[in-house]
């Protein structure tokens, strides 16, 4: 007995230090959220549930604020937006308010609303046309003001246009709590794929497939045949006109040496299509045409005749363990499965007409003096460039500045009819993160200059440097305090698991 007894404790020990590991970290946090006055990240929630009285109204509003990670998706002539997220290096605000923006009339509105889902960001919101028109949103994130608490949802809400209400539909057998996935409507069917976890102590991406059915409202996991991506967060998705999933890209957080973390930017594609007995399948593909480059944090939505337009998106151009840099895009890319066949096709934006160089006599192009202007205090726009030469051709428009939207990640875009928009996001410079609240369209089938609905913000301030320094000397504290505290039970722990 007494040989058997050894050996199961012996067993345990490995079990017994995670657990030990586990409470340091939370009585760390916990003490780090007293001493910043933030409450516990389950009562922040449930504050805004209960705060959740209001009468349904839509009235006139301002524009909404600067924010990233939001849904947005449109029906007939008018967007709507939902939550998001922002941080200004000190706090974090995130939000559950919900905006239309009116195309025809150009105007903003608010539609209040009780009950309303939390509010959240990296969740996903799409529409469909059944009803009279309905938005479905699903699962994303809560984070705390001080970014130590983070909260995923899994729970499936229905707006109504007819009554200008969201309800809270019970269906069971869904997806994880998660955020960072992508849904996809297709023949009266929800499709989502991947998303992510993270609780600030440990993190999951996903791979797996759900299906919600519009007719049934019950959720079906896909069991699938074939190679599957990887897990993964943030992909560019959409669907073929006959019902075929398109999947490329997105991103995967791992570890490496020395604990450190490393992001992988995945540029793969995919696609899931049903096959005979209500099966599905997937299959690797590889897309010709002039295919972007490896980008996350890409914007994406579904287009007329089954495009699949993306803007923006960061790519790494320096890494190793302590250093990472990110070259951020405005490009606009669309992939073509019209036809059968799948092509990228990248968006060229020309000039106005009445914005193109003049030819000399000579037909030389006329020389231009490159003009440096800062928009907001943190983007520095280039209007012009340097002087073409003799042999520069006059169809050479690239020092003529277009407009439109500086480059940035997470940002949001939409489709009405013909004209793309493009609103918020956000961009990084060193280790500042500027959100973005700024909102512009383009005429895809013209491809003119940018229309600009709300520029730049003239102004945009970091609070970063102090809120990192404070945070570092009160970790530094704690981790002092934890040693002394529990120094002996860590050499008695030791012994145990010998």
Not at 105 to 123: D, F, L, V
Not at 461 to 468: L, N, R, V
Request: hydrophobic residues 30%; charged residues 25%; contains cysteine.
């Amino acid at each position: 007995m007494g040989k058997k007894d050894k050996k199961k404790k012996k067993g345990f020990g490995v079990e017994k230090t995670t657990a030990k590991t586990d409470k340091k970290l939370i009585a760390k946090q916990k003490k780090l959220l007293q001493k910043l006055g933030e409450d516990d990240i389950e009562n922040i929630v449930s504050s805004f549930q209960t705060s959740n009285a209001l009468e349904t109204a839509e009235l006139l509003c301002a524009p909404p604020s600067s924010r990233t990670n939001f849904s947005i998706c449109s029906f007939d002539d008018i967007i709507y937006i939902f939550g998001g997220e922002f941080f200004n290096g000190n706090k974090t605000d995130v939000f559950g308010n919900f905006f239309t923006f009116n195309t025809i009339k150009n105007e903003w509105k608010q539609i209040n609303a009780s009950p309303t889902p939390t509010p959240r960001s990296g969740h996903q919101m799409i529409v469909s046309a059944q009803n009279g028109g309905e938005f479905y949103l699903f699962g994303g994130e809560f984070a705390s003001p001080s970014q130590l608490q983070y909260l995923h949802f899994r729970d499936l809400w229905r707006f109504q246009l007819k009554t200008k209400k969201w309800e809270k539909l019970n269906a069971p057998n869904g997806p994880s709590a998660r955020s960072g996935h992508r849904m996809v409507l297709t023949k009266k069917r929800i499709i989502l794929f991947g998303g992510f976890h993270d609780n600030n102590n440990s993190y999951q991406y996903f791979n797996d497939v759900y299906c919600f059915s519009l007719e049934s409202y019950n959720w079906t996991k896909l069991e699938t045949s074939g190679i599957a991506p990887s897990p993964r967060s943030g992909v560019i998705m959409g669907a073929t006109e006959d019902g075929k999933v398109i999947i490329t890209g997105g991103y995967t957080k791992t570890s490496a040496k020395s604990d450190a973390e490393r992001g992988i930017t995945h540029n793969d594609s995919f696609m899931l299509q049903e096959v005979d007995g209500g099966k599905w399948k997937w299959s690797n593909i590889k897309p010709g045409g002039r295919r972007p480059a490896p980008r996350s944090a890409v914007a994406c939505t579904s287009g007329y005749g089954g495009r699949i337009y993306t803007f923006g998106g960061v790519m790494d151009t320096e890494e190793d363990d302590e250093n990472l840099r990110g070259q951020f895009s405005n490009e606009i890319h669309f992939l073509d499965t019209s036809g059968g066949g799948l092509v990228w096709r990248k968006v060229e934006i020309k000039p106005r007409k009445s914005e193109q160089p003049q030819k000399s006599s000579n037909e030389e192009v006329m020389e231009v003096t490159p003009i440096k202007t800062t928009t907001d205090g943190v983007f520095t726009v280039t209007v012009g460039g340097a002087a073409p030469s003799k042999q520069t051709s006059v169809e050479q428009h690239d020092y003529i500045d277009v407009g439109g939207p500086s480059p940035r990640m997470n940002a949001g875009i939409v489709l009405v009819r013909h004209n793309l928009y493009v609103f918020g996001g956000s961009y990084e410079q060193g280790n500042r993160l500027f959100t973005l609240c700024d909102f512009y369209s383009l005429d895809i089938n013209k491809t003119e200059a940018w229309r600009t609905h709300i520029g730049n913000l003239p102004s945009l301030t970091w609070f970063g440097s102090d809120s990192e320094d404070s945070s570092s000397n009160e970790s530094e504290e704690d981790e002092s305090d934890d040693e002394e505290d529990e120094g002996s039970a860590d050499s008695d722990e030791m012994e145990t698991d010998k």
